[in-house]
Nanobody, 121 residues
Framework: QLQLVESGGGLVQPGGSLRLSCAAS????????MSWYRQAPGRQRELVAS???????HYEDSVKDRFSISKDNAKNAAYLQMNSLKPEDTAVYYC???????????????WGQGTQVTVSS
């Protein structure tokens, strides 16, 4: 069974940095896109950043100049480098990969378990 495992969350002071990692484990034919979402209490889940198989990246406006998404195709992994963190970045961060498990098979969104990021002094 395919699983996404996240790591890298924690408590950091405003202005600090964290690097989130997400790695897929299992048999994969192709990963079409990798994304990071976040959800704060009482808030809707929002897309933070995404990167396509062709390395086209998109960012939510509030993180555009501070966060950077990257991927390692050989490791089936995605990363989110978060710099200049603000209290409003506090949320549970989820990775999501759009994956085709087999040729001619349907694509499916898989989700990580979430990792807590808390930005506080």
């Amino acid at each position: 069974q395919l699983q996404l495992v996240e790591s890298g969350g924690g408590l950091v002071q405003p202005g600090g940095s964290l690097r989130l990692s997400c790695a897929a484990s299992g048999s994969i034919f192709r990963i079409n896109a990798m994304s990071w979402y976040r959800q704060a209490p009482g808030r809707q889940r929002e897309l933070v950043a995404s990167i396509t198989n062709s390395d086209i990246a998109h960012y939510e406006d509030s993180v555009k100049d501070r966060f950077s998404i990257s991927k390692d195709n050989a490791k089936n992994a995605a990363y989110l480098q978060m710099n200049s963190l603000k209290p409003e970045d506090t949320a549970v961060y989820y990775c999501s990969f759009n994956i085709k498990l087999r040729p001619l098979f349907r694509t499916t969104d898989y989700w990580g378990q979430g990792t807590q990021v808390t930005v506080s002094s």
